[in-house]
């Protein structure tokens, strides 16, 4: 009985397939009541086509970074994805101190051409985070519960900084962005 659970056990990990996947779309997010030059309030602006992303929690500037993945097709049960694992980029601009980055579900009702502050957008649950040391790279963060509730084929999640200003390249850049492997 135990030999039989031990091969199948086996035979399912053998099994699993590993998915690399970039990006899909991605954007900053800004909830503010700063004004831009033209008396537009900054955080309607979107700014899902530029080519970084920022995250900074301040006083009266809240931006969040927006990252939307599309579930591969051989995946017919987002349920049954054993893992999956955010890459963090090295950041365009760090701050010069310890920082921490956490990353949240999104929902994913958003398009990245016109996604902002104003946009409902529901989060709900912490999936994992990273502490990053003074002039460290980021790493990964775990984020298993977004792919597992992906819904119509994609999923979505927010990443938030603990203050500091850090900004990545998004994927309109050309440059390293965010990655994702999902194990299935």
Same mark, same amino acid.
């Given at each position: 009985?135990?030999?039989? +659970?031990?091969?199948?056990?086996? $035979?399912? /990990? #053998?099994?699993?397939?590993?998915?690399?996947?970039?990006? @899909? !779309?991605?954007?900053?997010?800004?909830?503010?009541?700063?004004?831009?030059?033209?008396?537009?309030?900054?955080?309607?602006?979107?700014?899902?086509?530029?080519?970084?992303?920022?995250?900074?929690?301040?006083?009266?500037?809240?931006?969040?970074?927006?990252?939307?993945?599309?579930?591969?097709?051989?995946?017919?049960?987002?349920?049954?994805?054993?893992?999956?694992?955010?890459?963090?980029?090295?950041?365009?601009? +760090?701050?010069?101190?310890?920082? $921490?980055? /956490? #990353?949240?579900?999104?929902?994913?009702?958003?398009?990245? @051409? !016109?996604?902002?502050?104003?946009?409902?957008?529901?989060?709900?649950?912490?999936?994992?985070?990273?502490?990053?040391?003074?002039?460290?790279?980021?790493?990964?963060?775990?984020?298993?519960?977004?792919?597992?509730?992906?819904?119509?084929?994609?999923?979505?999640?927010?990443?938030?900084?603990?203050?500091?200003?850090?900004?990545?390249?998004?994927?309109?850049?050309?440059?390293?962005?965010?990655?994702?492997?999902?194990?299935?």
């Amino acid at each position: 009985m135990k030999i039989t +659970a031990i091969l199948v056990a086996l $035979s399912a /990990t #053998a099994m699993a397939k590993v998915y690399h996947m970039n990006a @899909a !779309s991605d954007a900053t997010v800004s909830y503010s009541g700063i004004k831009n030059s033209d008396g537009s309030f900054e955080s309607l602006t979107p700014k899902g086509n530029e080519s970084t992303l920022t995250t900074f929690k301040g006083n009266k500037d809240y931006r969040r970074i927006l990252l939307g993945f599309h579930v591969p097709a051989p995946v017919k049960d987002p349920s049954l994805i054993t893992k999956c694992v955010l890459h963090v980029p090295v950041p365009k601009d +760090a701050p010069d101190q310890d920082y $921490s980055l /956490t #990353a949240y579900t999104a929902s994913s009702n958003w398009d990245e @051409a !016109s996604v902002n502050g104003a946009t409902k957008i529901t989060s709900a649950k912490e999936l994992g985070s990273v502490n990053v040391p003074k002039g460290k790279n980021p790493g990964t963060i775990d984020v298993t519960g977004a792919c597992q509730a992906a819904a119509e084929g994609k999923f979505s999640m927010f990443i938030d900084t603990n203050q500091p200003v850090v900004t990545f390249y998004s994927k309109d850049s050309g440059k390293a962005s965010f990655t994702l492997d999902m194990t299935y």
